[in-house]
């Protein structure tokens, strides 16, 4: 993996077979899986764009997008599939350090453009009081496909998560890293989860945004029994002649293969609210996949979907303060206890000199019951919802690294 890339930009480099594919031009297409390294990674941050006075939610994501097009950058930027939405994703990093300085260049960068517009950038996982039937499909192609093929379901797809990508190495490998991330991804909900509030409402859950990607087809984890890369490549192709997938990105799974990256991408988290936040998460992922890197040929023995949902919908509603079910010995613990227990082992093998400062950041989203209490405790407070909003946005245009 010698950089990482977000679609748009691949699709001026890869096969036009590819690109087709992915835009839903053409057939069913599957790349080879790129070699790459084990342990670098990537982090993609789907951003809010809001109106400066109001807090709402702004469609002025191509007025911003055609800014940062006149900046010489080591990240790139694209559009999301509606005007209120940006996307942004890192070059390859190997270091926590290397991770929070990058993002905070982006953080900057992209802020600097909102405001010559009239708007503000925000992190979070669902805006609180948008609704879904005003927002604008982004003038795309891929974008007015995947409205015509699900309906409002595209609208209701404007919430803003956070995607790590970690090099695998080789392809049978990314499948066997793909299941061991898959058992670990609510604990990420959990950490990231700071989108209590949909359309208007208190929702009762830490995450909000984890109960959309639900209704569409091809949502859910890797199938058990999918053991090597020729595995998946069949099922890819059983999919793919029933007209259900046409590219890699119809698979809506919480950790998903990336063949043109050479990578396995984790996709369950809320936006974090501050940048350095994610720099914390994405280096904790990095960090269990080189510890299972280190365990070759070693699989989860737990096979039950049903365990992980019910730990997915743990963590989606109680966040940080939820209970979590250990797959592989079944022991049941609170999620910030397994989370610490993951720290501390990881801190001992883990070569990365800023993985301590990670490890802090970590534990201060943790504090006080974690981001989604810490925006409900606002509310508790009298504030209402552009207030919410409003915080939000200032956490993350505050460039302190925590509060």
């Not at 670098?40 to 469609?59: A, H, K, Q, S």
């Not at 700071?194 to 984890?210: A, D, I, K, L, T």
Request: charged share 25%; aromatic share 10%.
């Amino acid at each position: 993996m010698s950089e990482l890339l977000n679609d748009e930009a691949l699709g001026k480099l890869k096969p036009d077979a590819q690109a087709q594919a992915v835009s839903g031009q053409g057939p069913a297409f599957l790349p080879d899986f790129k070699a790459s390294t084990i342990g670098t990674m990537g982090i993609e941050l789907e951003l809010m764009v809001l109106d400066r006075l109001t807090f709402d939610l702004f469609p002025a994501a191509p007025d911003i997008l055609r800014l940062l097009d006149k900046h010489d950058k080591p990240w790139v930027h694209t559009p999301e599939i509606t005007t209120s939405m940006l996307e942004v994703a890192t070059a390859i990093l190997t270091s926590f350090d290397e991770a929070a300085e990058q993002l905070e260049h982006i953080r900057t960068t992209v802020q600097r453009a909102a405001f010559d517009v009239g708007a503000s950038i925000s992190g979070g996982g669902a805006h609180p009081f948008q609704k879904w039937n005003e927002q604008r499909i982004y003038p795309k192609e891929r974008y007015f496909a995947s409205e015509r093929k699900f309906g409002y379901l595209a609208k209701l797809f404007t919430v803003f998560g956070m995607h790590v990508h970690i090099g695998a190495g080789t392809p049978d490998e990314a499948m066997r890293l793909c299941s061991w991330l898959t058992q670990r991804a609510p604990l990420f909900i959990a950490l990231s989860a700071n989108s209590p509030c949909w359309q208007g409402e208190v929702s009762g859950f830490c995450s909000s945004r984890s109960n959309v990607v639900g209704a569409f087809p091809m949502s859910g984890i890797l199938p058990y029994d999918i053991r090597t890369w020729d595995d998946f490549r069949a099922h890819f192709d059983e999919l793919a002649g029933h007209g259900i997938v046409n590219s890699i990105k119809d698979f809506y799974w919480d950790v998903r293969p990336k063949p043109e990256y050479g990578t396995i991408e984790l996709r369950v988290l809320d936006t974090p609210l501050k940048p350095v936040y994610a720099a914390a998460l994405a280096c904790y992922a990095r960090e269990l996949c080189l510890e299972w890197a280190g365990q070759p040929g070693r699989w989860p023995t737990s096979s039950s979907r049903e365990l992980y949902i019910w730990n997915r919908f743990n963590a989606a509603r109680d966040g940080v303060e939820a209970t979590w079910i250990d797959p592989e010995s079944g022991a049941s613990m609170p999620i910030g206890e397994a989370i610490r227990a993951d720290l501390e082992r990881l801190s001992k093998r883990s070569t990365d000199p800023g993985f301590g400062k990670a490890c802090k950041v970590i534990e201060h989203l943790m504090k006080d019951g974690g981001q989604a209490r810490w925006l409900r405790a606002h509310l508790a407070s009298g504030g209402g919802m552009n207030d919410l909003a409003r915080m939000a946005s200032e956490m993350f245009e505050d460039g302190a690294p925590l509060d």
